[in-house]
C-alpha cells in the first residue's frame, strides 16, 4: 500500500483523540546544529479543520489493527474499517515532511494493540528513538501509552517524549466492563502512576535526565456511556491531585460507522463537551472544588457557564466591590477572567476603578453587572432573585445539535 | 504643527519623540506622515534643534509597550505612541495600563501585534525546493506569507531554532528575510526575484498534507465559525488545505456529518480481525 493511503486511513483512525497540545515542553532549539525542532513552552496551531479544532501535531495511528473490541472505538477487531500499518521509518519520514514544511509542531503517535501490549509499546518508542536518536529530532513527541506495557517501557518512553497519555476512555469500572472489555481501571491507574512516579524521580533535579516534561494526559469519552458529569468532574479532580495530571481531555462520543447497537447512533454532545471543559478549567486555573460545581449527582446545566452557574447559586457573595476583594475572588466574578483580575489590580495600584474601566478592559459587563460594586456604580438589580437573573443571562440555545442531521 | 515623517521606523520615531518631549511640545501640536498621505492641515514647521530642557524619565517597560505597538498598521500610528509616551512622561502611568481609553488601545495594538506574529509562526507554510533548485539558489525552503502588521523582522528569529541548518526565505507583499544556515539577511524591500522563487514553486508533495488534513477533519463535529475565529480567511490563499475548506465544509453539510469517517476511508473495502485464540 501507498504511503498517502496509509496515511488517509491511519489519520482517520486517529481523529478520535481529542488531545493536539504542543505547549509544556522545555525550550530546545536547532539553532545551527544537524537535526530539526524547537519547543519554547507554547503550543502552536499550525491549522484549524472545518470541525473547529487546531493541528497541532501529526496525529496518527502506527497501525489500526486491533486485537481489542471496545465498543466505542472504530478501529475495534469487529470493526469493518479498511486497516493498514505504517513502519517506523514511514512515521519519521512523514513528521520531519510536515515539520520541515511548518505543517506540525511534533508528533502524535498512538496505535491498536497488535501482538501484545509489550510489542505494541516497543514499536512506539522505537518511532520516537529514530526521530530523537537518528535525526535529531528537537520538535514535540506525544506517545500514547499502553497500559499493560512493561513499567521498564513506559519509563523508557518518558524519556523520549514530551508527554505520554493513558486513556481512561469510561470513567467507570461497570461501563469498561460493558463496553471496553478487555481494558481494567486499575492497569490504567498503575500507568498513571508509573508515569508520575518517573516525574517526581526527577523533579528538583535540573541536571537529571529529562522525563515527560510536558507532563501526562488522559481523556474519557462524554456521552458514549450514562456517567454523569459530577462523577466526571470528580474523577478529573482525583486525578489531577492524585496522579499530577496535566489535562484531562473530554471528547464528546462522534457516531462511529458500522456502529455496534451498545453505544449512541446520536450527534455528539458538543455543547456538554464544551460545559466540562469550562468547569475543568475553574478547577485547574481558578481553585474551584468539583464539589463546589455539582452535587454528588447531576449535570451540568447547558444553557449557562458553570461560573456563572455557581454564582447564582451563591449569591450572598455578591456584589463584590472590584476596588476591594481579594483577586482570587474577583477571579469568581462571571464575565471577568483571570487576565483582568490582574489588569484590576495593576489599576486599582493607581487610582480608584470606576464602571468605565471595565469597558476598556472588555469584561463581560452583561454577565458581570450584577455582581460588582465599582467606585461610581452598584447594581439596582442587586436584590433580583437568582431565577430571574438567570432567565435574562441564559444564552439562547443554538439550534445546532438538531441542525447536524439536516 | 509640527509635520514629521519617521518611514515607519521605530528608531526614527524614538529620537523625533526624545526631541519633541525634551521640548515640551503638547502631542496635539505635532503630526506623523502616514504612508503617502500627508496631514493636510499640518504646516510644515521643523523639529526643534537640540535635546530640549525637559529631561523626561519613563519605565522601560514602556519603551518596550511602545516599540511593540509601532509594528501596529493602522490609523494614528505614531501619534499615539507619542500621546501614550507625554502623558506617563508628565506622571500619568494609567496610559500604559489597559484599563485606561488609550492605554486599552496601546494594548489592543500590542496584542494584535503580538497575535500576528503568532500566526506568522503558526501560518507560513514552506515549500522544499528540488536538489538542483535548492543548490543553485542556495536555498531549502521558501515560503510566501502576508502578514497584517510589521512583524516579519522581529518575529522570524522562531523559524531558525526551528529548522536548524536549513536555509530558508519568506517574502511577503512588503519586506523579506533569508536565512543561510547561520545570518539573516533582512530586507524591508522584498526584492523581485525572492518573490518569484516563494509564489512560483513547484509543490507536488503538499498532497500528502492535504490528505492529512481532509482525514482528521471529523465531519460529525463540524463548527465552520471557529475555523474562522482562529485561522482568517486573509491567510487560506497562501495555505495549501486552504483550497479543501469548503469543500469539507459543503461535503459535511451534505450528510457526510452522520458519523466521523472520511468518505474516502468509507468507500475502501474493511477488514474484521479475528477474535484471539485465549
Same mark, same amino acid.
Given at each position: 500500500?501507498?504511503?498517502?493511503?496509509?496515511?488517509?486511513?491511519?489519520?482517520?483512525?486517529?481523529?478520535?483523540?481529542?488531545?493536539?497540545?504542543?505547549?509544556?515542553?522545555?525550550?530546545?532549539?536547532?539553532?545551527?546544529?544537524?537535526?530539526?525542532?524547537?519547543?519554547?513552552?507554547?503550543?502552536?496551531?499550525?491549522?484549524?479543520?472545518?470541525?473547529?479544532?487546531?493541528?497541532?501535531?501529526?496525529?496518527?495511528?502506527?497501525?489500526?489493527?486491533?486485537?481489542?473490541?471496545?465498543?466505542?472505538?472504530?478501529?475495534?477487531?469487529?470493526?469493518?474499517?479498511?486497516?493498514?500499518?505504517?513502519?517506523?521509518?514511514?512515521?519519521?519520514?512523514?513528521?520531519?515532511?510536515?515539520?520541515?514544511?511548518?505543517?506540525?509542531?511534533?508528533?502524535?503517535?498512538?496505535?491498536?494493540?497488535?501482538?501484545?501490549?509489550?510489542?505494541?509499546?516497543?514499536?512506539?518508542?522505537?518511532?520516537?528513538?529514530?526521530?530523537?536518536?537518528?535525526?535529531?529530532?528537537?520538535?514535540?513527541?506525544?506517545?500514547?501509552?499502553?497500559?499493560?506495557?512493561?513499567?521498564?517501557?513506559?519509563?523508557?518512553?518518558?524519556?523520549?517524549?514530551?508527554?505520554?497519555?493513558?486513556?481512561?476512555?469510561?470513567?467507570?469500572?461497570?461501563?469498561?466492563?460493558?463496553?471496553?472489555?478487555?481494558?481494567?481501571?486499575?492497569?490504567?491507574?498503575?500507568?498513571?502512576?508509573?508515569?508520575?512516579?518517573?516525574?517526581?524521580?526527577?523533579?528538583?533535579?535540573?541536571?537529571?535526565?529529562?522525563?515527560?516534561?510536558?507532563?501526562?494526559?488522559?481523556?474519557?469519552?462524554?456521552? #458514549?456511556?450514562?456517567?454523569?458529569?459530577?462523577?466526571? @468532574?470528580?474523577? =478529573?479532580?482525583? +486525578?489531577?491531585? $492524585? !496522579? /499530577?495530571? %496535566?489535562?484531562?481531555?473530554?471528547?464528546?462520543?462522534?457516531?462511529?460507522?458500522?456502529?455496534?447497537?451498545?453505544?449512541?447512533?446520536? #450527534?455528539?454532545?458538543?455543547?456538554?463537551?464544551?460545559? @466540562?471543559?469550562? =468547569?475543568?478549567? +475553574?478547577?485547574? $486555573? !481558578? /481553585?474551584? %472544588?468539583?464539589?463546589?460545581?455539582?452535587?454528588?449527582?447531576?449535570?451540568?446545566?447547558?444553557?449557562?457557564?458553570?461560573?456563572?452557574?455557581?454564582?447564582?447559586?451563591?449569591?450572598?457573595?455578591?456584589?463584590?466591590?472590584?476596588?476591594?476583594?481579594?483577586?482570587?475572588?474577583?477571579?469568581?466574578?462571571?464575565?471577568?477572567?483571570?487576565?483582568?483580575?490582574?489588569?484590576?489590580?495593576?489599576?486599582?495600584?493607581?487610582?480608584?476603578?470606576?464602571?468605565?474601566?471595565?469597558?476598556?478592559?472588555?469584561?463581560?459587563?452583561?454577565?458581570?453587572?450584577?455582581?460588582?460594586?465599582?467606585?461610581?456604580?452598584?447594581?439596582?438589580?442587586?436584590?433580583?432573585?437568582?431565577?430571574?437573573?438567570?432567565?435574562?443571562?441564559?444564552?439562547?440555545?443554538?439550534?445546532?445539535?438538531?441542525?447536524?442531521?439536516? | 504643527?509640527?509635520?514629521?515623517?519617521?518611514?515607519?521606523?521605530?528608531?526614527?520615531?524614538?529620537?523625533?519623540?526624545?526631541?519633541?518631549?525634551?521640548?515640551?511640545?503638547?502631542?496635539?501640536?505635532?503630526?506623523?506622515?502616514?504612508?503617502?498621505?500627508?496631514?493636510?492641515?499640518?504646516?510644515?514647521?521643523?523639529?526643534?534643534?537640540?535635546?530640549?530642557?525637559?529631561?523626561?524619565?519613563?519605565?522601560?517597560?514602556?519603551?518596550?509597550?511602545?516599540?511593540?505597538?509601532?509594528?501596529?498598521?493602522?490609523?494614528?500610528?505614531?501619534?499615539?505612541?507619542?500621546?501614550?509616551?507625554?502623558?506617563?512622561?508628565?506622571?500619568?502611568?494609567?496610559?500604559?495600563?489597559?484599563?485606561?481609553?488609550?492605554?486599552?488601545?496601546?494594548?489592543?495594538?500590542?496584542?494584535?501585534?503580538?497575535?500576528?506574529?503568532?500566526?506568522?509562526?503558526?501560518?507560513?507554510?514552506?515549500?522544499?525546493?528540488?536538489?538542483?533548485?535548492?543548490?543553485?539558489?542556495?536555498?531549502?525552503?521558501?515560503?510566501?506569507?502576508?502578514?497584517?502588521?510589521?512583524?516579519?523582522?522581529?518575529?522570524?528569529?522562531?523559524?531558525?531554532?526551528?529548522?536548524?541548518?536549513?536555509?530558508?526565505?519568506?517574502?511577503?507583499?512588503?519586506?523579506?528575510?533569508?536565512?543561510?544556515?547561520?545570518?539573516?539577511?533582512?530586507?524591508?524591500?522584498?526584492?523581485?526575484?525572492?518573490?518569484?522563487?516563494?509564489?512560483?514553486?513547484?509543490?507536488?508533495?503538499?498532497?500528502?498534507?492535504?490528505?492529512?488534513?481532509?482525514?482528521?477533519?471529523?465531519?460529525?463535529?463540524?463548527?465552520?465559525?471557529?475555523?474562522?475565529?482562529?485561522?482568517?480567511?486573509?491567510?487560506?490563499?497562501?495555505?495549501?488545505?486552504?483550497?479543501?475548506?469548503?469543500?469539507?465544509?459543503?461535503?459535511?453539510?451534505?450528510?457526510?456529518?452522520?458519523?466521523?469517517?472520511?468518505?474516502?476511508?468509507?468507500?475502501?473495502?474493511?477488514?474484521?480481525?479475528?477474535?484471539?485464540?485465549?
Amino acid at each position: 500500500m501507498q504511503l498517502i493511503a496509509k496515511l488517509g486511513i491511519l489519520a482517520d483512525a486517529a481523529k478520535y483523540d481529542a488531545s493536539c497540545a504542543s505547549s509544556g515542553a522545555p525550550k530546545r532549539s536547532s539553532r545551527g546544529s544537524e537535526g530539526l525542532g524547537a519547543t519554547d513552552g507554547m503550543g502552536i496551531c499550525h491549522s484549524y479543520t472545518p470541525d473547529g479544532r487546531c493541528v497541532s501535531l501529526l496525529k496518527v495511528l502506527l497501525t489500526n489493527f486491533c486485537l481489542y473490541d471496545c465498543q466505542y472505538c472504530v478501529n475495534r477487531r469487529s470493526s469493518n474499517v479498511p486497516r493498514a500499518r505504517f513502519t517506523p521509518e514511514e512515521v519519521v519520514r512523514l513528521t520531519l515532511d510536515f515539520y520541515r514544511r511548518n505543517c506540525i509542531s511534533g508528533l502524535f503517535l498512538s496505535s491498536g494493540i497488535i501482538r501484545s501490549a509489550d510489542y505494541t509499546m516497543e514499536q512506539l518508542i522505537r518511532v520516537a528513538r529514530l526521530l530523537r536518536e537518528e535525526h535529531n529530532f528537537r520538535g514535540y513527541i506525544h506517545l500514547k501509552t499502553i497500559p499493560d506495557a512493561d513499567p521498564l517501557l513506559i519509563e523508557e518512553a518518558g524519556r523520549l517524549a514530551d508527554r505520554l497519555s493513558v486513556n481512561i476512555e469510561l470513567p467507570t469500572d461497570a461501563s469498561l466492563k460493558r463496553l471496553a472489555p478487555e481494558k481494567q481501571a486499575h492497569t490504567i491507574r498503575q500507568a498513571m502512576g508509573v508515569i508520575h512516579r518517573g516525574q517526581q524521580a526527577v523533579a528538583g533535579e535540573p541536571r537529571a535526565p529529562r522525563f515527560t516534561p510536558a507532563g501526562q494526559s488522559t481523556q474519557v469519552i462524554v456521552g #458514549a456511556d450514562a456517567t454523569d458529569d459530577s462523577t466526571l @468532574l470528580r474523577n =478529573a479532580e482525583s +486525578l489531577y491531585q $492524585g !496522579y /499530577g495530571l %496535566k489535562r484531562v481531555y473530554y471528547s464528546a462520543f462522534s457516531p462511529i460507522p458500522d456502529s455496534p447497537g451498545s453505544v449512541p447512533l446520536a #450527534a455528539p454532545p458538543l455543547l456538554r463537551e464544551h460545559r @466540562l471543559y469550562q =468547569a475543568d478549567f +475553574l478547577l485547574r $486555573g !481558578y /481553585g474551584y %472544588k468539583a464539589g463546589e460545581l455539582l452535587g454528588e449527582v447531576g449535570n451540568l446545566a447547558l444553557d449557562i457557564d458553570p461560573k456563572l452557574a455557581w454564582a447564582l447559586a451563591n449569591r450572598e457573595v455578591f456584589p463584590l466591590d472590584v476596588n476591594r476583594a481579594d483577586a482570587a475572588l474577583l477571579a469568581r466574578i462571571p464575565g471577568i477572567g483571570l487576565r483582568s483580575v490582574q489588569r484590576l489590580v495593576a489599576l486599582r495600584r493607581e487610582r480608584r476603578v470606576r464602571y468605565d474601566d471595565l469597558i476598556q478592559l472588555r469584561c463581560v459587563l452583561d454577565k458581570a453587572r450584577p455582581f460588582i460594586i465599582t467606585s461610581d456604580y452598584r447594581p439596582a438589580e442587586g436584590e433580583l432573585r437568582s431565577g430571574l437573573l438567570r432567565a435574562r443571562l441564559r444564552e439562547p440555545q443554538a439550534p445546532m445539535q438538531m441542525g447536524l442531521w439536516g | 504643527m509640527i509635520a514629521l515623517d519617521c518611514n515607519d521606523l521605530f528608531a526614527t520615531w524614538r529620537d523625533q519623540a526624545r526631541t519633541l518631549l525634551g521640548h515640551g511640545i503638547d502631542p496635539a501640536e505635532v503630526s506623523w506622515a502616514q504612508g503617502p498621505i500627508d496631514d493636510l492641515l499640518a504646516v510644515p514647521t521643523a523639529l526643534p534643534d537640540g535635546p530640549g530642557p525637559f529631561r523626561a524619565k519613563v519605565p522601560a517597560a514602556l519603551l518596550s509597550l511602545l516599540e511593540q505597538a509601532a509594528r501596529y498598521r493602522g490609523e494614528q500610528r505614531w501619534n499615539l505612541l507619542y500621546e501614550v509616551l507625554w502623558r506617563v512622561a508628565h506622571g500619568d502611568r494609567t496610559a500604559m495600563l489597559a484599563g485606561d481609553r488609550l492605554g486599552s488601545e496601546l494594548h489592543r495594538r500590542v496584542k494584535q501585534v503580538s497575535r500576528e506574529a503568532h500566526h506568522l509562526h503558526a501560518f507560513v507554510r514552506f515549500v522544499p525546493l528540488p536538489g538542483a533548485l535548492a543548490e543553485r539558489l542556495q536555498l531549502d525552503l521558501v515560503a510566501y506569507h502576508d502578514p497584517a502588521h510589521d512583524i516579519l523582522h522581529s518575529a522570524s528569529a522562531h523559524f531558525a531554532d526551528r529548522l536548524g541548518r536549513q536555509r530558508w526565505l519568506i517574502a511577503t507583499p512588503q519586506d523579506g528575510i533569508r536565512f543561510d544556515g547561520q545570518a539573516f539577511d533582512y530586507r524591508r524591500d522584498c526584492p523581485e526575484d525572492w518573490r518569484q522563487w516563494a509564489r512560483n514553486a513547484d509543490d507536488p508533495g503538499a498532497e500528502l498534507w492535504r490528505t492529512y488534513y481532509r482525514h482528521t477533519f471529523n465531519p460529525a463535529r463540524l463548527n465552520p465559525d471557529a475555523l474562522r475565529m482562529h485561522m482568517p480567511g486573509r491567510f487560506w490563499r497562501h495555505l495549501p488545505e486552504g483550497m479543501l475548506i469548503p469543500q469539507l465544509e459543503g461535503l459535511a453539510r451534505q450528510g457526510k456529518q452522520r458519523d466521523g469517517q472520511a468518505v474516502e476511508v468509507a468507500v475502501q473495502r474493511g477488514k474484521q480481525i479475528t477474535r484471539p485464540t485465549p
